[in-house]
């Protein structure tokens, strides 16, 4: 079989094998229902409870603070949701940004028309929000902020300390999308002042079909789903003991040696790309403000769809926007918030590496890369 590139890690991982190894007995052995009351369903309850220790102490939160969700999209949508049903009718205004994932931007949608307000911030050219535009536009109505951490097209982290401290110091409650930094930069809620927070697992080279929002003690929240009353009454469902196990083990296998060697890979990736390809645009933030795992490139004059599929049938895989979007042809929303124009949001290509990314990869991807976009720019009508 000929070799596989895969550059399109920030839209899901490969489960590391040890993880794959250790969730196995949870499938076939310790299979009980952590809500039973015998031998069976306890054994799966420690193992469930040993999991939500380890996910709060990596975040410095306190067990009974992470409530087990099925993805990451269903936690953000029970952060909203919930957080504005317990707050409507005498609170509704809920700020935002024009850069969030689309599962937050369509609960907002849909919550606009039960009733919420939404302000959506502007972001700067390298995809940061203005502080000061934030202060201004908490209003009495407000309840929430909620911006996300590591953004998942263009790899900008936003200073989520300065967020918080402010948020706590209007009154308002601060929610954060963590899904794209968990593991890879250093989350303290607590230090952060982060009132909720969404993870996941199948970014960081987990399982699929699990996610965690992190609930502050005390926040009173609406459930989303109804039923026999698991996850302290806050999320019912029979939890998913093999999808958790594995994230658990996930979070610890992961290491600050890893960030380093991804920096370095995403650095020398980008270095050569701009240095030895003409008319080139890093989208996004540079060095420690960006994501260790994080490329995203505007070709001028070329379509980025082009690229991708040159790119695919030499089985590397990158990707043009995010994989939850690219199956339309829209210009991003990320990017055209970044200030892009349409034509330069669809000449735009994220390549996501991850800790199995070898420098050989890389250097494959980029003659690739190279060939194909002298290539395009000879045919190209513009
Ligand atoms: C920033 C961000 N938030 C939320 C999600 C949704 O997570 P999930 O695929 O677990 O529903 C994703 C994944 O695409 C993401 O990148």
């Not at 409650?173 to 952060?192: E, G, P, R, Y």
């Not at 690229?307 to 990158?318: A, Q, V």
């Amino acid at each position: 079989m000929k070799k596989e590139y895969y550059f399109d890690n920030a839209a899901t991982t490969k489960v590391e094998e040890r993880v794959a190894k250790t969730i196995q007995k949870y499938f076939t052995e310790v299979y009980g229902n952590a809500s039973s009351l015998h031998f069976k369903g306890q054994e799966a309850k420690r193992a469930l409870e040993e999991a939500r220790s380890i996910i709060a102490k990596a975040v410095n939160a306190k067990q009974n603070e992470i409530v087990f969700t099925g993805s990451g999209t269903e936690a953000n949508n029970f952060a909203l949701k919930g957080l504005f049903f317990s707050n409507y009718p005498e609170k509704n205004h809920i700020i935002t940004t024009k850069i969030e994932h689309d599962c937050i931007l369509n609960t907002c949608k849909w919550l606009e028309k039960q009733g919420a307000e939404i302000t959506y911030l502007d972001v700067d050219e390298k995809g940061f929000i203005d502080l000061k535009e934030l202060e201004k536009s908490i209003t009495p109505k407000t309840f929430l902020v909620s911006v996300i951490h590591g953004n998942n097209e263009i790899g900008t982290i936003q200073d989520i300390e300065k967020i918080g401290k402010l948020c706590r110091k209007k009154g308002v409650l601060f929610h954060t999308d963590a899904c794209q930094s968990f593991t890879k930069t250093n989350i303290d809620v607590k230090k952060m002042n982060i009132d909720l927070m969404t993870l996941n697992a199948h970014k960081i080279h987990g399982p699929k079909g699990v996610g965690a929002l992190y609930i502050r003690s005390g926040i009173k929240i609406t459930p989303l789903l109804h039923g026999g009353g698991h996850e302290f009454k806050l999320r019912s469902s029979t939890e998913n003991i093999p999808g958790i196990v594995g994230f658990a083990k996930v979070v610890q296998i992961a290491s600050k040696k890893d960030i380093k060697k991804m920096k370095k890979l995403r650095d020398y990736i980008i270095e050569r790309i701009l240095s030895e390809i003409e008319n080139v645009k890093l989208n996004g933030a540079e060095g420690d403000s960006r994501l260790c795992n994080n490329i995203n490139l505007c070709f001028h004059n070329i379509e980025g769809e082009a690229i991708g599929s040159f790119l695919n049938s030499k089985k590397i895989f990158i990707s043009t926007g995010s994989a939850c979007s690219s199956h339309s042809l829209e210009p991003s929303h990320v990017l055209l918030a970044l200030g892009l124009s349409p034509l330069e949001a669809n000449s735009s290509i994220r390549i996501t590496i991850s800790k199995y990314t070898t420098k050989e990869d890389a250097d494959y991807l980029i003659k690739e890369l190279k060939k194909t976009v002298t290539y395009l720019r000879k045919i190209s009508p513009f």
